[in-house]
C-alpha cells in the first residue's frame, strides 16, 4: 500500500502540482500563524519558553492527531478509505514541483547565460534572506544547489521516510508542519517560538537527515560523500543542513559552502605534532553541468529508494 500510494501521488503530482498557492497550503501557514499569535504576539516580549513548546505540541500534534485517527479508523474499517487518504497526504506534502521550479528558473537562465536573469530568479526562490545583486554565476549556481538539495531532502526524501515509519500520513503532516513552522516562525522574529520550533524539527530530522546523506553516498560518488560528511559539515552553521549539503556536494563532486579557511603555521605544526591529516576541500567549481548532474542525484536518490521499498512490499506479500 505505501509504494503504490507513493507512486500514484508522484504521478498526480506531475500532471498537477500542488504550489504555494494551493489553499491546503494556505490553510496550513494560517494555522500556523494563528498559533503563533496566540502563544506570541499577545505579549509584548512573544511568548514564554514553556508557551513556545506548548504552541509546537498544538501547532504540530493535533494535525498529527487527528489524521492518525482517521487513518486507524479507516484501516479498521474500509482499508480502501485508508489507501485513497495515503495517496491524499502524499500527494499534497511530497513531491519534487514543490521546488523545482524556482530551480528550473535558474537553470534555464544560466543555460541562456542570462545572469540577472538567474539572479532575480535566485532572489524570488529565497526571498529576502540573500541579496542576490552582486552575485556572480558560480555563487548564483552554488545556492541553487544548495537550496535544491535541501529541497529534495525535505519536500521528498525526509517526507518519504516518516511516510514510511509506523504512523503512515500522519507522519507526513507531522513533518512537513515542522519544517513550515521552523521557517516560517523564525522569520517572524519571536526567540523562543523559533527555538523551540527549530529544536523540534531537529529531532524530527536528525535520522532522516543521515539517510539522506546516506543514499546521496550510495548514488552518487560515494568516496566523496563520506569524505566531505566526514570532514565538510562544519562549513554549514546548521547540523542539519550541513550533513545533508556536504554529503550532496561530495556526492556531485563539487564545492559548496564557504571555502575552507587555510591553517596558519602554528596550527599546521600542532597538526603534523599530533599526526594528524589535513583537511581539504574537493570537487570542482559549480557549473551549469552541476545542476543538471543534480537534477540526476535526486532522481536516482528517489528511484532507489523506490525499488527498495518495491522490493519490501513484494517480500511481504510472498511472506
Same mark, same amino acid.
Given at each position: 500500500?505505501?509504494?503504490?500510494?507513493?507512486?500514484?501521488?508522484?504521478?498526480? %503530482?506531475?500532471?498537477?502540482?500542488?504550489?504555494?498557492? #494551493? *489553499?491546503?497550503?494556505?490553510?496550513?501557514?494560517?494555522?500556523?500563524?494563528? &498559533?503563533?499569535?496566540?502563544?506570541?504576539?499577545?505579549?509584548?516580549? !512573544?511568548?514564554?519558553?514553556? /508557551?513556545?513548546?506548548?504552541?509546537?505540541?498544538?501547532?504540530?500534534?493535533? @494535525?498529527?492527531?487527528?489524521?492518525? &485517527?482517521? #487513518?486507524?479508523?479507516?484501516?479498521? =474499517?474500509?482499508?480502501?478509505?485508508?489507501?485513497?487518504?495515503?495517496?491524499?497526504?502524499?500527494?499534497?506534502?511530497? /513531491?519534487?514541483?514543490?521546488?523545482?521550479?524556482?530551480?528550473?528558473?535558474?537553470?534555464?537562465?544560466?543555460?541562456?547565460?542570462?545572469?540577472?536573469?538567474?539572479?532575480?530568479?535566485?532572489?524570488?526562490?529565497?526571498?529576502?534572506?540573500?541579496?542576490?545583486?552582486?552575485?556572480?554565476?558560480?555563487?548564483?549556481?552554488?545556492?541553487?544547489? %544548495?537550496?535544491?538539495?535541501?529541497?529534495? #531532502?525535505? #519536500?521528498?526524501?525526509?517526507?518519504?521516510?516518516?511516510?514510511?515509519?509506523?504512523?503512515?500520513?500522519?507522519?507526513?503532516? $507531522?513533518?512537513?508542519?515542522?519544517? =513550515?513552522?521552523?521557517?516560517?516562525?523564525?522569520?517572524? !522574529?519571536?526567540?523562543?517560538?523559533?527555538?523551540?520550533?527549530?529544536?523540534?524539527?531537529?529531532?524530527?530530522? *536528525?535520522?532522516?537527515?543521515?539517510?539522506?546523506?546516506?543514499?546521496?553516498?550510495?548514488?552518487?560518488?560515494? +568516496?566523496?560523500?563520506?569524505?566531505?560528511?566526514?570532514?565538510?559539515?562544519?562549513?554549514?552553521?546548521?547540523?542539519?543542513?550541513? &550533513?545533508?549539503?556536504?554529503?550532496?556536494? /561530495?556526492?556531485? /563532486?563539487?564545492? $559548496?559552502?564557504?571555502?575552507?579557511? +587555510?591553517?596558519?603555521?602554528?596550527?599546521?605544526?600542532?597538526?603534523?605534532?599530533? !599526526?594528524?591529516?589535513?583537511?581539504?576541500?574537493?570537487?570542482?567549481? @559549480?557549473?551549469?553541468?552541476?545542476?543538471?548532474?543534480?537534477?540526476?542525484? &535526486?532522481?536516482?536518490?528517489?528511484?532507489?529508494?523506490?525499488?527498495?521499498?518495491?522490493?519490501?512490499?513484494?517480500?511481504? *506479500?510472498? !511472506?
Amino acid at each position: 500500500m505505501s509504494f503504490l500510494s507513493i507512486l500514484l501521488a508522484l504521478i498526480a %503530482e506531475q500532471y498537477r502540482p500542488v504550489t504555494a498557492s #494551493h *489553499w491546503v497550503r494556505r490553510m496550513s501557514s494560517g494555522w500556523l500563524d494563528w &498559533v503563533a499569535k496566540e502563544f506570541g504576539a499577545k505579549r509584548e516580549q !512573544g511568548a514564554s519558553p514553556v /508557551g513556545a513548546r506548548m504552541a509546537c505540541l498544538i501547532a504540530f500534534i493535533l @494535525p498529527t492527531l487527528i489524521i492518525f &485517527v482517521l #487513518h486507524v479508523a479507516f484501516m479498521l =474499517t474500509y482499508p480502501i478509505l485508508a489507501f485513497v487518504l495515503n495517496v491524499i497526504i502524499v500527494y499534497l506534502f511530497f /513531491g519534487f514541483r514543490q521546488f523545482s521550479h524556482s530551480f528550473t528558473a535558474v537553470h534555464i537562465a544560466i543555460q541562456n547565460h542570462d545572469l540577472p536573469a538567474a539572479r532575480e530568479a535566485l532572489a524570488q526562490w529565497y526571498g529576502p534572506e540573500l541579496d542576490t545583486s552582486q552575485l556572480s554565476e558560480v555563487e548564483v549556481i552554488s545556492f541553487a544547489l %544548495e537550496k535544491a538539495i535541501i529541497g529534495a #531532502h525535505r #519536500h521528498v526524501l525526509g517526507v518519504l521516510f516518516w511516510f514510511l515509519v509506523p504512523i503512515g500520513p500522519a507522519g507526513v503532516v $507531522l513533518y512537513r508542519f515542522a519544517d =513550515t513552522a521552523s521557517q516560517r516562525w523564525t522569520q517572524m !522574529g519571536d526567540f523562543h517560538l523559533s527555538q523551540a520550533a527549530r529544536h523540534f524539527f531537529y529531532v524530527l530530522d *536528525w535520522v532522516p537527515a543521515r539517510m539522506t546523506a546516506m543514499t546521496f553516498a550510495i548514488v552518487g560518488n560515494f +568516496e566523496g560523500a563520506v569524505y566531505s560528511w566526514r570532514y565538510l559539515t562544519q562549513k554549514w552553521s546548521d547540523s542539519l543542513n550541513g &550533513v545533508i549539503l556536504a554529503a550532496g556536494s /561530495g556526492a556531485l /563532486g563539487v564545492r $559548496l559552502g564557504e571555502p575552507l579557511s +587555510e591553517p596558519d603555521s602554528d596550527e599546521a605544526l600542532r597538526m603534523a605534532e599530533a !599526526g594528524e591529516s589535513a583537511v581539504y576541500e574537493i570537487g570542482l567549481e @559549480p557549473s551549469e553541468r552541476s545542476m543538471r548532474s543534480a537534477i540526476g542525484l &535526486v532522481w536516482r536518490t528517489v528511484i532507489f529508494c523506490m525499488i527498495l521499498l518495491a522490493m519490501l512490499t513484494i517480500a511481504l *506479500w510472498l !511472506g
